[in-house]
């Protein structure tokens, strides 16, 4: 298509947005992204991927926009190589702060009823760690759980493409506890009927130093309530150790009033279930750990600043720079916020 391959990515960059929305590639590149014609296709992907390297960061709304297309084209290996090249580009494009819609859209690609649409977003999902990894640090327990739900995929390739995803994700773990244990853990989600246990005793087998984080608990709570949930008193006890270990050292309030929520009720029910005297004390442990340390989080919300104090520091700042009406400025803010 001619329109694409004569793009002229510095002259796009050049004259800005509302050219570009202006323009023919605007109106017609997610539709050639679609096309059956393979050529087309690939000239479209190729100019996405240049004017995510050739343009500056306004162009990122309208790339990310072209995702959903990007991850069918994953699906045709005769467009594959370029859709690939083109979603990395868009990732790498993306702000931080944009990261949700970028995943959405790979989430999406997980209910494709075409295997090579699902593989492809898990290409894409693990890239982010390399790409953005502090943003995969924050995102991590969220991304563990779609991944432990695709891993139940009956497609080889599916399977096979979610552990490397898997391994991408969790490479951004600092926490070096338990980096050693990551592949057993990995393990147990992938082949949670024979691995869960092997993991559970790897992580039992650990010595937990370091301050637990939310990368280190998106990657294990999983696994632990699995543990918890057994039937087996043995593998019950095995969770409860290790969660009442790691409690000890959730030092963050924001991290324990994350994943207070979820742990609790596990906890609360092995304290009423569990017959084990021993195993029960763990669990009482482990709550009163997580009760105590996410009260102080809530101390911590009622120091942050209000919307009321927000707008104050804001008109004080723009008249000490000269702003001759600050609150036409500010007062939006309020609106914006109901």
């Not at 859209?105 to 977003?121: A, N, V």
């Not at 999983?222 to 409860?240: D, F, H, N, W």
């Not at 009423?272 to 340390?293: A, F, G, P, Y």
Request: proline share 4%.
């Amino acid at each position: 298509m001619a329109s694409f391959a004569n793009a002229d990515v510095k002259k796009i960059n050049g004259a800005g947005v509302l050219a570009y929305e202006s323009s023919d590639i605007a109106k017609t590149l997610g539709d050639a992204i679609s096309s059956k014609d393979a050529a087309d296709a690939n000239s479209a992907l190729e100019t996405v991927k240049a004017l995510c390297e050739g343009c500056d960061q306004w162009i990122e709304p309208y790339m990310v926009e072209q995702l959903p297309a990007i991850l069918d084209a994953l699906a045709d290996k005769k467009t594959n190589e370029a859709a690939k090249a083109a979603g990395e580009a868009i990732l790498t494009k993306s702000s931080p702060n944009s990261i949700r819609v970028v995943t959405n859209s790979i989430y999406e690609s997980f209910t494709s009823m075409k295997w090579q649409t699902k593989k492809g977003g898990l290409v894409l999902l693990g890239a982010l760690g390399k790409i953005h990894p502090e943003v995969v640090q924050q995102n991590l327990p969220e991304m563990i759980l779609k991944l432990i739900e695709i891993a139940s995929d009956v497609k080889k390739d599916v399977k096979e493409q979610t552990r490397v995803a898997f391994n991408e994700l969790c490479a951004t773990i600092t926490n070096v506890d338990i980096t050693p244990i990551i592949p057993s853990v990995i393990d147990g989600y992938c082949d949670p009927v024979k691995k869960t246990t092997t993991a559970l005793d790897s992580l039992v087998a650990t010595t937990f130093i370091n301050d637990v984080d939310v990368p280190t608990l998106g990657l294990l709570v999983p696994i632990l309530i699995k543990g918890m949930r057994e039937r087996q008193v043995a593998i019950k006890r095995r969770a409860a150790l290790v969660i009442g270990n790691m409690c000890k050292l959730v030092n963050d309030p924001r991290t324990a009033a994350l994943f207070y929520p979820i742990l609790k009720p596990v906890l609360e029910r092995g304290i009423d279930e569990i017959q084990v005297e021993e195993v029960r004390k763990v669990c009482q442990h482990s709550v009163d750990t997580l009760e105590r340390v996410s009260g102080e989080a809530a101390e911590l919300s009622s120091s942050v600043m209000t919307l009321e104090q927000l707008e104050e520091c804001l008109r004080a700042s723009l008249k000490s720079n000269g702003c001759a009406d600050p609150d036409s400025m500010v007062s939006p803010l309020h609106a914006s916020a109901i």
